[in-house]
């Protein structure tokens, strides 16, 4: 399954909220350097659909805010 995110990074609060059913636009207090932003995308990510960490892979846009994941969501 494949998720749209829209990521705003190092801001005040940690906001989450769907656009549709399979996109996101994410704020995250992290900066946007060191991947840290990226790794808390993935962890809100994976909270929400409650699987692993593992399970969620960044698909395109490492280094752009907006970003395509690909969730592996067991059966």
Known sequence: MYIKVK???SA???IVTQKSDNAYS???KVPAERNLANTRVR???ASIYAINVKSVRI????QSPSK???INIPD
């Open 26 to 28: 994410i704020s995250v």
């Open 7 to 9: 990521v705003v990074a």
């Open 59 to 62: 698909i395109s846009g490492h």
């Open 68 to 70: 395509i994941l690909s």
């Open 43 to 45: 962890e809100i990510i």
């Open 12 to 14: 005040k609060k940690e």
